[in-house]
């Protein structure tokens, strides 16, 4: 099986994002920002499973109306808000790669993740000027060191966005109840591959910065391929399986699939995508429990069928 495992600004430098934003923007062609990116922090009782971020107040950062509270990092995220009046908000993290989000609430966080492990991460706040030149409010260097390997996955954040309210956690844990790690991940697949219609027309005329809304789409029974990645994410990670929502290439097509931590097997890559037509389900995945065999070794251990470029 193939395992993976700030200094304040002090001038305001123009920057031209839209290079950086067009190789951050994953499926649809672009998907950052969006109104359904902030997550709730405030709400009661939790899920015994379930992991919800905080904004602690310990370790912050601010400038400008820019405010990045670090308290966390350790559970694998961070969390910025900003309290200006810029409708347009740029984020960015950088540790191997550089992400770029959009920054849509205002005087509330959002949760980035710290997908790249352990390490010394860039984060960086900006603020429109006018077309695509954005002026840096905020750097600030953070060292993080992860508490459990598996945080930045197993917590909603801007991308995957859930809280201990959500009628996707609520179902979450009535499919999952009584049943192991593989047999909770086949659930959610069955339930949400034949509760969601895959909406052709919203594929069609989805605008940059689209964010899914996972109970919007359960509601709504629609949605097109970020839309079904995200949701079984959040579902799988509010039973405290570590999932990652993945965005990448099979071949030359841009893609998107789940991955998920399986106990004593480890990271199992393409267990869940997309084909630009339907969601499948790979067999190898739920046969690595029955011992190596032959078919989960030809497709998933050879790991030239998918490059990974982004994970949520």
């Keep these: 099986m193939r395992k993976r495992e700030k200094n304040t600004g002090k001038a305001l430098g123009i920057l031209m994002l839209t290079a950086v934003m067009a190789l951050a923007a994953p499926v649809e062609m672009a998907l950052a920002g969006g109104k359904e990116g902030t997550v ?62 959009d920054l849509n609430a205002r005087d509330a966080y959002e949760v980035y993740p710290f997908t790249e492990g352990n390490g010394s991460y860039m984060i960086k706040v900006f603020e429109n000027v006018s077309g695509d030149q954005y002026a840096q409010l905020l750097s600030q260097s953070i060292s993080v060191s992860l508490s459990n390997e598996f945080g930045p996955f197993l917590y909603p954040n801007q991308y995957v966005n859930f809280n201990s309210g959500s009628a996707a956690v609520a179902t979450a844990a009535q499919l999952a109840a009584g049943k192991d790690q593989i047999h909770t991940v086949e659930e959610v697949y069955r339930y949400v591959t034949t509760h969601v219609t895959y909406d052709y027309a919203k594929a069609q005329s989805v605008k940059s910065g689209y964010l899914p809304n996972v109970d919007s789409t359960l509601a709504t029974g629609t949605g097109i391929c970020f839309d079904y990645a995200a949701l079984m994410t959040a579902m799988l990670r509010s039973q405290d399986i570590p999932t990652k929502l993945v965005i990448g290439y099979t071949g030359d097509l841009y893609h998107a699939w789940v991955s998920v931590y399986i106990n004593g097997v480890g990271w199992i890559d393409d267990v869940i995508y997309f084909d630009g037509t339907k969601w499948s389900l790979m067999d190898p995945t739920f046969i690595s429990t029955g011992g190596n065999s032959d078919a989960a070794k030809q497709y998933v251990g050879t790991g030239t069928n998918y490059r990974e470029k982004y994970s949520y």
């Design 40 to 101: 709730k922090i405030e709400d009661g009782d939790v899920p015994l499973s379930a992991r919800m971020p905080e904004a602690s107040g310990s370790v912050t950062f601010s400038n400008k109306g820019a405010t990045v509270d670090a308290s966390n990092s350790g559970n694998g995220y961070v969390m910025v808000k900003y309290s200006g009046s810029n409708s347009r908000i740029k984020v960015q993290i950088s540790k191997n790669n550089t992400y770029t989000y």
